[in-house]
């Protein structure tokens, strides 16, 4: 058994303090339904962080983030985090 963690740190003042976690919980939801792991060692290309048996890349900008988000947020609509007009 390994132990671990989850440290969220909501560095920008204008993120929702209580819309953030909620948004970054079901994203982690998510991936442990879809039983991703992530590789915390390296990266992959275009300064993304790979996660391991997968051809899923995180985001390491704001603007790669929201292209991101446009292109799968269906996690988001299935939890009830956010509805469309939201996003």
Request: glycine content about 6%; cysteine-free; proline content about 3%.
């Amino acid at each position: 058994n390994t132990a671990h963690q989850l440290v969220l740190r909501v560095a920008d003042s204008a993120a929702d303090p209580y819309l953030a976690p909620a948004v970054v919980l079901a994203a982690l939801l998510d991936g442990l339904n879809q039983k991703l792991e992530l590789e915390l060692s390296g990266g992959s290309a275009a300064g993304h962080a790979a996660i391991s048996g997968s051809d899923i890349d995180l985001p390491l900008t704001l603007e790669m983030a929201l292209d991101d988000l446009e292109r799968d947020h269906a996690y988001l609509l299935d939890s009830g985090v956010l509805d469309e007009a939201t996003i």
